[in-house]
């Protein structure tokens, strides 16, 4: 049996495209009291979630038949971050559907409504089991959620071999482990942003991040993670290695604090 | 000026104790779909966070005046712990106030309003620059949130001194580093529940939780993590340590995973 996550359900009321609210959490800032890159992106997998949820494909019902959601790339621009308590809305739609991924954006608005940022997600779909892709055409009723609505920023970038130094070495822990049985995604996001000072972080401001995930961390793995830096430019580019397989691939891109008050 | 912060307006409206839900996010939980321990206690301290702003004391409220919140001592006692989506509430109150701490506790239940742990959390407040403690008792409408009401588990005790196996060395990274600028309680939890592999999680349940906080860790500090068990009892004792100073103790007391359904 290849398809039997109740699809069918989703069709009495579709949200292809909606808004979520969140408060930025005391947990989810920085010294600063800005939203981490890590908790941004979190809110981005919440968004993402909910709205799958809410339109019959969400995780509750993939593992029912034993499939799951894994992210492959994902980009995210940003013009200012929230600070702590501040409101922020979150509008996602998935873009186009394929084979083997599905596109799905974001809308980053702040409390005033006004546009913050933009991201760009990847994503297939895997067996929990056999960690095999699933042919995502199989799901006639997915179709129906393809927008075709795109974002004014780049696509997630595939991103090119790049071994820098090696800035960290360590092994998979529990903490890192979520429901997938991999290393989570805010996890990899940490650690890249782990590469930085709160002295560069007073100094710079993100612009772009692009991130791509290639093969899965599991429990107890030994990670190292690699940093390359094109410092005229304000661009840094990360590898995060396990067993000699490359596991994820990042690039940031800063810009001087002014930026956003251009 | 000593006291200045506003805390005649929480007079018009008192919640000395209130209930704030909260649903266990697919960010939240481990490899069994069930909220660690770090992410249970990021709840505890967003509800203790919340009812204190909504009382006129919390970090906002007292970030004008540059005072903090600073988190003692905590102990968690759990029947059971809720898993991805499940709804949760938390009840929060000030059992008492004395001039160097305050005891704030309390009582999470399950979806169906049925009891599944306590809690009990001391707190000092300090000067964000200073980093000294300040009288309690200098805040006189802050008595009125005194309720005198306890929890059934015992008190947050005072962890010993327990020097066993080093686990773990490494910095304090960006990433560790809250709004206060120091280590935050959740990566402390993150570190404690790191030192066992889901092996331990599949086998044990976590009965309570006792954890101190001595001295800060500040970004760029080197941590070690010792470990020292009582496997016969299921308790084990760690203690974080930067420059020789111990900067946290904790103690974690394990049962078989039939604990819960007795």
């Known amino acids: 049996m290849m398809c039997c996550f109740n699809l069918y359900e989703m069709t009495e009321t579709l949200f292809p495209k909606k808004t979520y609210p969140f408060e930025v959490s005391p947990q989810a800032v920085d010294f600063n009291f800005q939203i981490t890159l890590s908790s941004l992106t979190a809110l981005l997998m919440t968004a993402a979630g909910n709205n799958a949820e809410e339109n019959g494909f969400g995780m509750r019902q993939l593992n029912g038949d034993n499939n799951t959601w894994v992210l492959l790339r994902l980009a995210i621009e940003m013009n200012s971050f929230p600070k702590q308590y501040e409101q922020i809305y979150i509008e996602t739609w998935i873009e186009d559907i394929g084979r083997v991924s599905t596109t799905r954006n974001f809308h980053i608005r702040d409390k005033n409504q006004k546009t913050i940022g933009y991201a760009a997600s990847i994503w297939a779909m895997i067996d929990y089991n056999s960690r095999k892709p699933q042919d995502l055409l199989q799901f006639d009723n997915l179709q129906q959620f393809a927008t075709d609505e795109k974002v004014p920023i780049d696509k997630p970038v595939k991103l090119k071999v790049m071994k820098g130094r090696l800035t960290d070495d360590f092994n998979a822990k529990y903490s890192h ?22 002295d560069h972080y007073n100094k710079k401001k993100m612009k772009r991040f692009d991130i791509n995930f290639m093969s899965e961390i599991l429990f107890g793995d030994p990670i190292q993670i690699y940093l390359a830096e094109d410092e005229d430019k304000d661009t840094y580019f990360f590898e995060m290695c396990s067993r000699d397989k490359t596991s994820c691939r990042a690039k940031l891109i800063f810009a001087d604090q002014e930026f956003a008050e251009e």
């Open 177 to 198: 482990i979520d429901f997938n049985r991999h290393v989570n995604t805010m996890r990899y996001v940490e650690w890249i942003s782990n590469c930085f000072t709160p």
